[in-house]
């Protein structure tokens, strides 16, 4: 797959995640939000919990979670770290999540998998 194509499907995945996270009552302050040295593909807000969400669209739940590996998430977390202070109010619970997007199947949402 040439570079434009990842990317127009990273978008796609992108656009459903945000609906997906809307519906469970999430509300999505920033999409592809940069920084130097990298960026966070959703930041959400519900209640007094603020996540930055990594995405991953690929043809399994297999690759996707393959896909999230412990450096490619590490630059979430660096980029979390710095946009942390623009969305972050007095005592929110800030964590890391990731939305799987497979063809055929809801997106799956898997909370805080960020531990370090």
Do not use: S
């Not at 609906?19 to 593909?41: C, F, N, Q, S």
């Not at 930055?52 to 998430?73: G, N, Q």
């Amino acid at each position: 797959m040439n570079r434009e194509a990842a990317e127009k499907r990273g978008r796609g995945a992108e656009t459903l995640a945000c609906w997906y996270l809307r519906l469970k009552g999430w509300r999505i302050l920033a999409r592809r939000a940069r920084v130097p040295g990298g960026e966070v593909d959703i930041v959400a807000r519900r209640g007094r919990t603020l996540a930055f969400v990594e995405v991953k669209a690929r043809a399994t739940d297999e690759a996707a979670a393959f896909a999230l590996d412990e450096w490619r998430l590490r630059r979430v977390v660096a980029a979390a770290e710095r946009l942390a202070p623009r969305y972050m109010r007095e005592g929110d619970d800030v964590r890391i999540d990731a939305m799987f997007i497979v063809p055929g199947r809801l997106p799956r949402h898997l909370p805080n998998v960020w531990q370090g």
